[in-house]
């Protein structure tokens, strides 16, 4: 499946963002997706996770009560809603498809995606 996020650029702290990730190339609905960002020198963080069908969806604690994923599966894609946004939310922001039944613990790393979208940007300006 190819993934393309989309959405990123320059707000204020305080501010919302709303993060798009279109999938493409196979069935949509099959893949627990997830969203992802790093910064430079440090580690790939989790940020979130939805089921399949939209049902569950879990959060990094740095993030929780802040961003909402939601997915539409007739259009193969998957958002990420942003409020309340932090100097330290800036990163590149990843999506990730996991061909999976369920969330689980293994869905909180992300070397165990199949596939990855290029990036977006989020920038946070004090």
């Known amino acids: 499946v190819q993934l393309q996020a989309s959405g990123g650029g320059l707000v204020q702290a305080g501010g919302s963002l709303r993060l798009s990730c279109a999938a493409s190339?196979?069935?949509?609905?099959?893949?627990?997706m997830g969203w992802f960002r790093q910064t430079p020198g440090k580690e790939r963080e989790f940020v979130s996770t939805i089921s399949r069908n939209g049902g569950r969806a879990d959060y990094g604690d740095s993030v929780k009560d802040r961003f909402t994923i939601s997915r539409d599966n007739t259009k193969n894609t998957v958002y990420l809603q942003m409020k309340s946004l932090k100097p330290e939310d800036t990163a590149v922001y990843y999506c990730?498809?996991?061909?999976?039944?369920?969330?689980?613990?293994?869905?909180?790393?992300?070397?165990?995606?199949?596939?990855w979208g290029q990036g977006t940007l989020v920038t946070v300006s004090s």
């Open positions: 190339g196979s069935t949509f609905s099959s893949y627990v």
């Open positions: 990730a498809a996991k061909f999976s039944t369920y969330i689980e613990r293994r869905t909180y790393i992300g070397a165990n995606y199949d596939y």
